[in-house]
């Protein structure tokens, strides 16, 4: 099974430093996420920058997060677009998109009706990932489209992301489940809970993830079974200052994920119940993600 690493949580760091640390770390590729860094952008520096350091970009994932809105413009068809374009030229088998905020309704209809015929004339995917409700005066608002499992029912490849379920309170393996044939790939992290988007280390949440991965294993390792791949896309705040332990931290993620693949028992893992009430993580700090609403943007109807 292809175990990826994101470049997103490296954003701050130049692109061939974050490419050579995933290569160091032992993974199988590099999940490349769009940002303001031109490097993202440019096709030509993207390959070289893979090619130097020895790692393949399977997967890129397009510029929709808040803190890269304007990047390939704002209209969100064009920029899918172009993210396709680029995916096409570094050889990526797949493109993954946020989902619309649920007034952006002409985004939402192309990926139903245009989206995946695009994407087929440029020989990759596109991936629909689930994101999560956000807080608004104490309670949970859902201003994204796609949030729980139904909501992605309707697409032809879907990405499923653990921290987002967590957040949205689903179960992150029923949701696996219900989508198998349709999820391609799987951004897999722990959520330490309290409504935020964590992306904390294996085991370090609440997220029951080794009977998760114990059943994407068991179909990956059955004939004919599911084929998604995996990004780990973990906060790495902590380690940016420190190279070696950056890459330390990297490896022990991926080997933690590969024995829970294999259906190693969470305790002898994680160092924890799978299942348990509090996140032994649960007062540390969380990662820079946007669990607020859009500037400006009313409740959703």
Avoid at 155 to 176: E, K, M, W
Wanted: aromatic share 6%; charged share 25%.
């Amino acid at each position: 099974m292809r175990v990826l690493a994101s470049t997103g949580p490296l954003f701050a760091r130049p692109l061939d430093w974050a490419l050579a640390v995933i290569a160091e770390a032992g993974y199988d590729g590099v999940e490349l996420m769009v940002t303001q860094d031109p490097a993202t952008q440019d096709a030509e520096r993207i390959v070289t920058a893979a090619a130097t350091e020895g790692v393949g970009i399977p997967v890129v994932h397009g510029p929709f997060l808040l803190l890269t809105r304007r990047v390939f413009g704002t209209d969100l068809v064009a920029k899918a677009r172009r993210t396709l374009e680029l995916a096409d030229d570094v050889d990526a088998d797949l493109m993954i998109v946020h989902p619309p905020f649920r007034w952006q309704r002409p985004f939402h209809e192309w990926l139903l009706s245009e989206g995946d015929a695009e994407a087929e004339e440029h020989g990759t995917r596109i991936g629909v990932e689930n994101l999560y409700p956000v807080s608004v005066a104490g309670r949970p608002v859902r201003f994204h489209r796609y949030t729980v499992p139904e909501h992605l029912l309707p697409f032809r490849h879907v990405v499923l992301d653990t921290s987002h379920f967590g957040v949205a309170n689903v179960d992150i393996t029923a949701a696996y489940r219900r989508l198998r044939s349709q999820a391609v790939h799987l951004h897999v992290s722990d959520n330490r809970g309290g409504g935020r988007d964590s992306h904390a280390p294996l085991g370090h949440g609440r997220l029951p993830l080794a009977g998760f991965l114990q059943a994407v294993g068991e179909d990956h390792a059955e004939p004919g079974g599911a084929r998604a791949s995996i990004t780990l896309e973990l906060d790495c705040r902590r380690y940016l200052d420190d190279r070696s332990a950056l890459v330390g931290y990297l490896r022990q993620e991926r080997e933690k994920c590969l024995a829970l693949l294999d259906g190693a028992p969470a305790e002898e893992v994680l160092g924890r119940p799978d299942v348990v009430a509090v996140a032994p993580g649960a007062d540390e700090d969380d990662p820079d993600q946007p669990t607020v609403p859009p500037p400006g943007a009313g409740e959703p109807t």
